[in-house]
């Protein structure tokens, strides 16, 4: 078993930064891949972006290439995901979710365990 713990998530204007974090402690050694998802109110829960565990590969959704950027450190089992350019649009819960199968990344479904939720706010 896996537990996941988000942090970072708070209010800031439209143009900024954020920085969230993700911290694993568990069955780490042999996840596939971490990911971040968000869910806004009313919708439904969309990716973000993921990155291989123990590769160097990454993937993000169209939406947020060029101004989010996924990252880790396996010393410490965290996850980082840096947002740039933040948008009002990209307010939402944002959630970090760890796999260890293979398959297409932008599924909730393909994620074996998931955080909390830390809430990100962009003021227009």
């Known amino acids: 078993q896996v537990q996941l713990v988000e942090s970072g998530g708070g209010l800031v204007q439209a143009g900024g930064s954020l920085r969230l974090s993700c911290a694993a402690s568990?069955?780490?050694?042999?996840?596939?891949?971490m990911g971040w998802f968000r869910q806004a109110p009313g919708k439904e829960r969309e990716f973000v972006a993921a990155?291989?565990?123990?590769?160097?590969?990454?993937v993000y959704a169209d939406s947020v290439k060029g101004r989010f950027t996924i990252s880790r450190d396996n010393a410490k089992n965290t996850v980082y995901l840096q947002m740039n350019s933040l948008k009002f649009d990209d307010t939402a819960v944002y959630y970090c979710?760890?796999?260890?199968?293979?398959?297409?990344?932008?599924?909730?479904?393909?994620?074996?365990?998931w955080g909390q939720g830390t809430q990100v706010t962009v003021s227009s």
């Open positions: 979710a760890c796999r260890y199968g293979s398959g297409s990344y932008s599924f909730p479904s393909n994620y074996d365990y």
């Open positions: 568990g069955r780490t050694f042999s996840m596939y891949a």
């Open positions: 990155i291989r565990w123990s590769a160097s590969s990454t």
